[in-house]
């Protein structure tokens, strides 16, 4: 295969596997919460009901897509884009195994996923502001304020990694990853990230933006058919990126004994895409106040720590 | 932060537990004798039907869903039509507890979907079923003073005959 083919194989299998993934996960989500609820969840179309998303998707491309008319028309429209859009780019850093990936070697990878997680509030935001009415603005500011808040102490709890592996560039994050995992040295960074990565992708327990016991349903209330679909494939997409980054910071890529690298990949993945999902089925949500106070008075204190104590213990080595 | 991972824990644990969900097709859920589904008419015990038309589970239905027409066939009431629109039907059972001669009643069956909104209204013919239901022995006009061909008044069980006011006699 010549280099442009496989380039192009590359992106777009990513790029399908990724949207068929985000939308096979409604499915994978409703059937854990269902067996955590002690019922079955939807078990019916198709094998294990694995084509419910099929049923799901005829379903809401042939509702009415209803553009409010009190709205910003095109904020409104190009807000559901936007996220789709940066959560599909942020994926292209992202090293899935050895050869597959589609800028796995770019030497700012973190901090292009940092920028595209940045970015993709603007959809949310837009959204809420969009839609012009009071719940979608609450929601979206909450969700501007909690993004961005949770976005701080996101970077700094990664740059315990990137001090470790004297890198940005994510492929070589995992081969400097060869002998340890950095779960063990960056365990406080470690955890740091994945409360900042829920919270990034606002999913339980901190789906404040979208509240519905007390917003209706937050910024996107005034979506319909497709254009919420899009929020809710970006959704799950943040969710599989999150999953995917973990496992690429902490856990060693596609490193593993045995099995294939991307399936190594795959599994500490959809471990995490599982972990997600159990956290909404346990926890329920946090106030307002307390969300934003757990992170900026415990969070970011202690990603400041973190990162102090792993740069003098590098600092220390490096001097010996 | 350890009570919510606790929290976590205990909910994983649920997934090897026992699940609650009836399948329901597959599976039939258990419906007691006293389930309130769908309304019939029964017969009394002499194979007669037992309406007299009342109107009292007409009145009672609290979603007027219950229509019907009185008429007379040597000295028996009958309804010459009775109607149960099934798609305002609620189950309540009020008509059920109104009729006087245990005439309409409540089963335990509830699979009467249909794909056209009109086929939810049930004529006399569809609701009267060959049996007795519930209550196997009762016959109204047994019971009732009313005379009817057959049975003239003083004949119903546990009737006095009638006492004859110009009478001298004791």
Known sequence: MSPLAAGLANVFGILVALLLLAAELTWVERRLLGFWQDRYGPNRAGPFGMLQIVADMIKILFKQDWVPPFSDRSAFVIAPMIVMVTLFLAFAVVPIAPAIGVASHLDVGLLFFLAMSALAVYSVVLAGWASNSKYSLLGGMRAAAQMLSYEVFMGLALMGVVVLAGTFDLAAIVRAQRGLWFIGPQFVGFVIFVVAGIAETHRLPFDLPEGENELGAGFHTEYSSMKFGMFFVGEYAGIVLVSALIATLYLGGWQGPLLPPILWFLIKTFFFVGFFILLRAALPRPRYDQLMAYGWKVMLPLALINLAVTGAVVVARAAH | ?170
């Not at chain 2, 606790?6 to 537990?17: A, D, G, K, M």
């Not at chain 2, 009836?22 to 258990?30: D, H, M, N, T, V």
């Not at chain 2, 309540?92 to 507890?97: A, R, T, V």
């Not at chain 2, 245990?102 to 009109?118: G, H, K, V, W």
């Open chain 2, 1 to 170: 932060m350890l009570s919510a991972l606790r929290t976590l824990w205990f909910t994983f644990l649920h997934l090897f537990r026992r699940r609650e969900t009836i399948l329901y097709p597959e599976q039939k859920p258990y419906l007691a004798p006293r389930y309130r589904g769908r309304i019939v008419l029964t017969r009394d015990p002499d194979g007669e039907e037992r309406c007299v038309s009342c109107y009292l589970c007409s009145v009672a239905c609290p979603v007027d869903c219950i229509s019907l027409q009185k008429t007379e066939e040597n000295g028996r009431w009958y309804p010459a039509f009775f109607r149960i629109n099934f798609s305002r039907c609620i189950f309540c059972g009020y008509c059920e507890e109104a009729c006087p001669t245990y005439a309409i009643q409540l089963t335990p069956d509830f699979e009467m979907s249909e794909y056209e909104r009109p086929n939810l209204v049930y004529e006399k013919e569809d609701l009267l079923i060959s049996g007795t239901g519930k209550y196997p022995g009762y016959s109204f006009y047994r019971v009732a003073g009313l005379a009817i061909p057959g049975k003239d008044k003083g004949e119903a069980e546990r009737e006095e005959p009638p006492v004859d006011l110009k009478g001298l006699l004791p």
